[in-house]
């Protein structure tokens, strides 16, 4: 197959000349300086030639067209037609930017930019979008000392300490290419997810230091930059480890990072710049200012149906002042000296700045020379790893083709600085040179770059485990795998926020595409319901070693010393089927609807099963609303509560989390949904119903007991929900009312208790179309099966299960140790439920739910036997080996529920004004059969809770009704 030619990439040039002006303390000489008798202290004559080194004064800027500079001395004028384009003294910031920028911002965020690309020019509004590939940029600012070089990367300190909607006019071009970022990054939000960090970094001495670290101990003018800790550049792909990376939102966020960046960054005063109350003196360091732009394009999904993901970075490297050391106002040091000084970590004198930053620029000018000639031999240019600055390792990303370049140069029109602009002048002369094949950052399946990410994150975790801090030959490794294993788990949790879909396409199911029309998705009609069962499996991870969870190790001994544990192993999976392997061969599930891998995120995983059943629930894209009952279920520690709830980290935050569970982002999808719908009003309320040792208790309200009436629970709390930042506090009191046991077993590990008791977290909506005036309620209800174990595994002795049956049936206290009984005996009591309803079914016999000497939990759940709701179901297994018998009992229970078939009945649509003049009729009702029920001492005393409770539940009713009718 015929090799694809890379992008041939010419380094551009511009030169941008200062306008003769004097500013405060800036000695940024004019013609009228010339003119001074020895103005700035040196031995000069009157015409600004030094009579020791004239040689190196008889150089000036004569004169300039739109593509050349013309630099005059004793022999004549030479003319540099390097640059790309001049831009003259008169030349705002704004055109300055037009002129250099926008083709680099559109390669950086993967626009497509037509003729507006890196050979030519082209409006904005031209661009249009291709994440298929994006680019890293370099970006070097290069110039002499009060050139205008700060001015043209930052503008102005006051337009600095200004934001708002558009930029200011004295902007530079940092803050105009994050501008020009998040108006891009505004465009696309409706399909497109991103994250933007921000980097700065100093080059001082021949070290590297992050400029965003707070540093009480440095005051900006150590000529040694001791007071702070040095970072390192990576050998590898020449990137700085262990920097900050400060994530921007808005234009808000930059401001600060550039007045951090000022106050932190070294600075001297100089003969060619004073340090003043409006000058901050001459930079003594070279400083890189790092964007990081992650994006997913979920509109366009790769082959596995996922978003694409893209990662680019773009880098603007401010070199330090260029001068000659004597005018930096200290005395010349040796080379040798120096460098010695250096190499030995040894402090170095005053005046060995300037002598660095020339030594560092000559460095890199020689690797660009080298590269390019490499590059037209058709050789590999190797960036040098041994015996350079980590300036040069940094940015030798430009010379192997990794990065997009480009180059301001900054002139002064100053006698004076005729030196400096000369060797400016060659300098970009030799930059403007470079050509290389520079290589795009081709965009991945977001699900494959999690994956990876995961993968080295595992990987540097266990060798960070094996090196020991100090004491040992790999301990020199220890600090460096400690930085890697802290952005690897940055990254992680970047590309898990950045998975999610946007608001606006997370109800839009991948597995099941729709085409839109007019924003609105088709109607579907109803139709007979198989069962929706979705199998999860979670992660291998290395357990603690305190952990009584099984380990490598204990399946050697479990083997021999419980071989009936492990004769059934979970030993492989695919899309849609599971493999277990026990001693007479191996079994094949294939009753789920999909198989979510240990790969899969939290949102990935929501989006595979949830959003049909939420749509179904809110009537979005349905003739009715339907009732829907989501199952999860599974042993203890299989994920079944990460599924469910997400990481308690995540509980903790009223945010949307790219760790929340199923629940927490059904709330966040059902406000999205009918915010999304101005003619429809709504009222969402929440429960929390516990079922414990056969009884039912309300756990929002200090576990008071509840009843199953009619197959739905009776005077229970319900607690209005009025965003999805209120799922947090309601998950929280619901979960410190439930159920558990300590980890004393087998399966649990002591960080995590066990829940003990069966969980249902119920949605209740009350809808009104205020155009039709049509009202329709329904309930979304999220049961969590109590973890499913042997008994054996729950660290309590087996009890005789006619003993416990009698005492539960009795009204007796159970002793400990009969919880694994019940929730294996109920568990199995919906497993025989559902076959028989499924048989009835199949013989077109109405199925009628048990109500005699069935528990509570098989009551509440009998309606979704019965064709009363959706039934959807998420088993979560472990690939621990010792745990195969529960991980078989998985699959057997999974098994049985995806045959359950059943005429679905949709919800009753009616007038609000009929609903509301029957449920007064009710009211009217329950309170007069409410007042001829005595609370004691009469055969029908035994009614009275129920009918108090009827009478609020009613009053209750009456007042959303009236609420809705009244919005």
């Given amino acids: 197959m015929?090799?694809?030619?890379?992008?041939?990439?010419?380094?551009?040039v511009f030169v941008r000349i200062r306008p003769k002006a004097i500013s405060g303390g800036h000695a940024d000489y004019d013609d009228d300086d010339d003119d001074d008798d020895n103005s700035n202290g040196g031995d000069t004559d009157r015409r600004g030639i030094g009579i020791g080194n004239g040689k190196l004064t008889q150089k000036k800027l004569s004169g300039w067209t739109s593509s050349s500079?013309?630099?005059?001395?004793?022999?004549?004028?030479?003319?540099?037609?390097?640059?790309?384009?001049?831009?003259?003294?008169?030349?705002?910031?704004?055109?300055?930017?037009?002129?250099?920028l926008p083709a680099f911002v559109d390669r950086f965020t993967a626009m497509e930019s037509g003729k507006r690309g890196i050979e030519g020019q082209q409006q904005p509004q031209h661009r249009k979008q291709n994440l298929k590939q994006g680019y890293n940029v370099l970006f070097f600012a290069y110039g002499q000392t009060g050139s205008g070089k700060t001015y043209s990367i930052f503008g102005s300190e006051l337009s600095l300490a200004e934001v708002g909607g558009k930029p200011n006019p004295q902007w530079g071009i940092f803050p105009r290419v994050v501008h020009e970022v998040f108006d891009i990054m505004h465009e696309r939000k409706s399909t497109h997810q991103f994250i933007l960090t921000v980097s700065a970094i100093e080059f001082y001495l021949g070290k590297c230091y992050d400029l965003l670290v707070d540093d009480d101990g440095n005051d900006n003018g150590n000529d040694n930059g001791q007071s702070k800790d040095p970072i390192v550049i990576d050998g590898d792909d020449f990137e700085p480890r262990g920097h900050v990376k400060t994530r921007l939102e808005s234009m808000d966020d930059i401001m600060p990072v550039l007045a951090k960046i000022q106050e932190n960054r070294t600075v001297r005063a100089t003969r060619m710049n004073a340090k003043t109350d409006d000058c901050g003196g001459s930079s003594r360091s070279h400083c890189a200012l790092i964007l990081t732009l992650f994006q997913v394009d979920h509109s366009s999904p790769s082959s596995s149906g996922r978003g694409k993901y893209v990662?680019?970075?773009?880098?603007?490297?401010?070199?330090?002042?260029?001068?000659r050391p004597d005018k930096t106002g200290k005395d010349r040091c040796s080379g040798m000296e120096v460098m010695m000084d250096l190499r030995a970590n040894r402090v170095v004198k005053t005046g060995a700045q300037a002598f660095v930053i020339n030594w560092e620029l000559f460095e890199i000018g020689t690797a660009v020379i080298k590269a390019t000639k490499d590059h037209q031999l058709g050789r590999k240019y190797i960036p040098p790893r041994q015996g350079v600055s980590p300036f040069l390792q940094f940015v030798a990303s430009c010379m192997n083709g990794s990065a997009l370049t480009g180059m301001l140069v900054t002139v002064s029109q100053s006698n004076r600085c005729g030196w400096e602009t000369w060797f400016t002048m060659k300098y970009g002369t030799d930059l403007s040179k470079l050509r290389v094949p520079v290589k795009p950052q081709v965009s991945v399946d977001i699900k494959e770059a999690l994956r990876i990410t995961e993968r080295d994150l595992q990987i540097v975790s266990e060798l960070l485990e094996k090196t020991p801090e100090v004491g040992a030959p790999s301990s020199k490794y220890y600090i460096g795998r400690k930085i890697l294993s802290k952005e690897l788990k940055e990254r992680l949790i970047f590309l898990e926020e950045v998975a999610v879909p946007p608001p606006i396409l997370q109800d839009i199911s991948l597995s099941?595409?729709?085409?839109?029309?007019?924003?609105?998705?088709p109607m579907k009609k109803s139709k007979p319901h198989t069962s929706s069962v979705y199998v999860r499996i979670k992660p291998k991870v290395s357990s603690p070693k305190n952990s009584t969870q099984y380990s490598e190790e204990d399946e050697m001994e479990i083997k021999h010393s419980n071989s009936k544990t492990c004769v059934k192993r979970l030993s492989g999976w695919t899309d849609d089927c599971i493999y277990l392997t026990g001693n007479h061969g191996t079994e094949e599930y294939d009753f789920p609807r999909q198989v979510i891998g240990p790969d899969v995120s939290q949102q990935e995983a929501y989006t595979h099963m949830l959003p049909n059943f939420v749509d179904s629930f809110t009537m979005e894209g349905y003739e009715a609303a339907y009732n829907v009952l989501f199952f999860a279920y599974g042993r203890a520690e299989s994920?079944?509560?990460?599924?469910?709830?997400?990481?308690?980290?995540?509980?903790?935050?009223?945010?949307?989390?790219?760790?929340?569970?199923?629940?927490?982002?059904?709330?966040?999808?059902?406000?999205?949904?009918?915010?999304?719908?101005?003619?429809?009003?709504?009222?969402?309320?929440?429960?929390?119903?516990?079922?414990?040792?056969?009884?039912c208790y309300d756990l929002l309200a200090d576990n008071n007991r509840i009843i199953i009436e009619n197959f739905e629970p009776t005077g229970h709390s319900k607690e209005r929900l009025n965003s999805y930042h209120d799922v947090v506090p309601f998950l929280t009191k619901a979960y410190e009312n439930r159920s558990v046991q300590a980890a004393t077993t087998q399966m649990s590990s002591n960080t995590e208790d066990s829940s003990r008791s069966h969980c249902a977290l119920i949605l209740t909506l009350l809808q009104l179309?205020?155009?039709?005036?049509?009202?329709?309620?329904?309930?979304?209800?999220?049961?969590?099966?109590?973890?499913?174990?042997?008994?054996?595994?729950?660290?309590?002795?087996?009890?005789?299960?006619?003993?416990?049956?009698?005492?539960?049936?009795?009204?007796?206290?159970?002793?400990?140790?009969?919880?694994?009984?019940?929730?294996?005996?109920?568990?199995?009591?919906i497993g025989t439920a559902v076959i028989q309803a499924t048989e009835q079914h199949r013989l077109g016999n109405k199925y009628l739910p048990p109500r005699q000497l069935a528990s509570p939990f098989l009551q509440f759940l009998a309606s979704c036997l019965d064709g009363s709701a959706l039934l959807g179901m998420v088993v979560t297994i472990s690939q621990v080996m010792g745990n195969g018998w529960e991980t078989w009992f998985t699959m057997k229970y999974g098994t049985e529920l995806s045959k359950l078939r059943a005429p679905i009945r949709t919800q009753s649509i009616m007038d609000v004004k009929a609903a509301l003049d029957n449920a007064g009729m009710e009211l009217a009702q329950a309170n007069e059969a409410l007042k001829k029920t005595p609370e004691t001492g009469s055969p029908s005393s035994k009614y009275y809770s129920l009918r108090v409770i009827n009478v609020k539940e009613l009053e209750q009713s009456v007042i959303y009704l009236q609420e809705l009718v009244a919005i």
């Fill in 69 to 100: 500079i013309h630099i005059a001395d004793h022999h004549g004028i030479e003319e540099y037609d390097f640059p790309k384009t001049v831009l003259p003294p008169e030349i705002s910031q704004e055109d300055m930017y037009m002129e250099m």
């Fill in 769 to 829: 179309d205020s155009s039709s005036h049509q009202y329709t309620k329904s309930t979304f209800t999220l049961v969590d099966f109590a973890g499913a174990e042997t008994p054996e595994k729950t660290g309590k002795k087996r009890r005789n299960g006619s003993e416990i049956m009698t005492d539960l049936i009795a009204g007796k206290e159970i002793q400990d140790g009969a919880q694994g009984y019940v929730i294996n005996w109920e568990l199995f009591e």
């Fill in 512 to 521: 099941s595409p729709t085409v839109l029309l007019d924003g609105k998705r």
């Fill in 639 to 695: 994920g079944k509560r990460y599924t469910i709830f997400g990481s308690p980290l995540s509980l903790t935050q009223s945010e949307l989390h790219p760790q929340w569970g199923i629940f927490p982002r059904v709330v966040n999808h059902v406000f999205q949904t009918m915010d999304r719908r101005p003619n429809t009003k709504y009222i969402l309320t929440a429960s929390a119903i516990e079922f414990y040792l056969g009884g």
């Fill in 2 to 12: 015929k090799e694809k030619k890379k992008f041939l990439h010419s380094s551009r």
């Fill in 311 to 323: 990662k680019t970075t773009f880098t603007l490297v401010n070199f330090a002042g260029a001068a």
